[in-house]
Antibody, heavy 117, light 111 residues
Framework: EVQLVESGGGLVQPGGSLRLSCAAS????????MHWVRQAPGKGLVWVSR????????SYADSVKGRFTTSRDNAKNTLYLQMNSLRAEDTAVYYC??????????WGQGTLVTVSS | QSVLTQPPSASGTPGQRVTISCSGSSSNIGSNYVYWYQQLPGTAPKLLIYRNNQRPSGVPDRFSGSKSGTSASLAISGLRSEDEADYYC????????????FGGGTKLTVL
């Protein structure tokens, strides 16, 4: 069974940094592209970034480009999202998702990031 | 402002058939597959339809997807109370705005 468990969320001040983790199990992690998608409170889903299976290629939404970095450790079956220069508008639940059938398929339960002073 | 356009709300009575539309452009829906997700209250999204009209294992055949040009639709037949949820469409996008774009979501109410 595919399992994705996000962690690392919390309260951070504007301008601060946070690193999210997504622990994967139940599948061969190194074979799949992974995505980060976020959802602000009461709002819709917004794609944040994706990384290919070996970590050699990443892509980001314009709103986070230059501030967020996605990486992975295939030996540890873990996906990361390093978030710097955080803004109030980055407040959201962050989901990691495994690619399935060409798009975000299996989703974790999410971790809440709150950016506030 | 989402790249894909969905109606904010839809409703139906038990047993009815409801459709939710998703409008895009030539760089996303027009040239790529469409995906649909169901998000029940307080839970993570779940993949409902992939590659325009395919259902993952376990998704009832009451759910169906279609695509024509730069628009797509999700149809739910035999509506049930447990279908009350938010529904999102998504597609890869070939423009610089990002590889994956979502619709703003449609809240389905079962009356």
């Amino acid at each position: 069974e595919v399992q994705l468990v996000e962690s690392g969320g919390g309260l951070v001040q504007p301008g601060g940094s946070l690193r999210l983790s997504c622990a994967a199990s139940g599948f061969t992690f190194s074979s799949y592209w992974m995505h980060w998608v976020r959802q602000a409170p009461g709002k819709g889903l917004v794609w944040v970034s994706r990384i290919n299976s070996d970590g050699s290629s990443t892509s980001y939404a314009d709103s986070v480009k230059g501030r967020f970095t996605t990486s992975r450790d295939n030996a540890k079956n873990t996906l990361y999202l390093q978030m710097n220069s955080l803004r109030a508008e980055d407040t959201a639940v962050y989901y990691c998702a495994r690619s399935a059938f060409g798009g975000p398929g299996y989703w974790g339960q999410g971790t809440l990031v709150t950016v506030s002073s | 402002q989402s790249v894909l356009t969905q109606p904010p709300s839809a409703s139906g009575t038990p047993g009815q058939r409801v459709t939710i539309s998703c409008s895009g452009s030539s760089s996303n829906i027009g040239s790529n597959y469409v995906y649909w997700y169901q998000q029940l209250p307080g839970t993570a999204p779940k993949l409902l339809i992939y590659r325009n009209n395919q259902r993952p294992s376990g998704v009832p055949d009451r759910f169906s997807g279609s695509k024509s040009g730069t628009s797509a639709s999700l149809a739910i037949s035999g509506l049930r109370s447990e279908d009350e949820a938010d529904y999102y469409c998504a597609a890869w996008d070939d423009s610089l705005s990002g590889p994956v774009v979502f619709g703003g979501g449609t809240k389905l109410t079962v009356l």
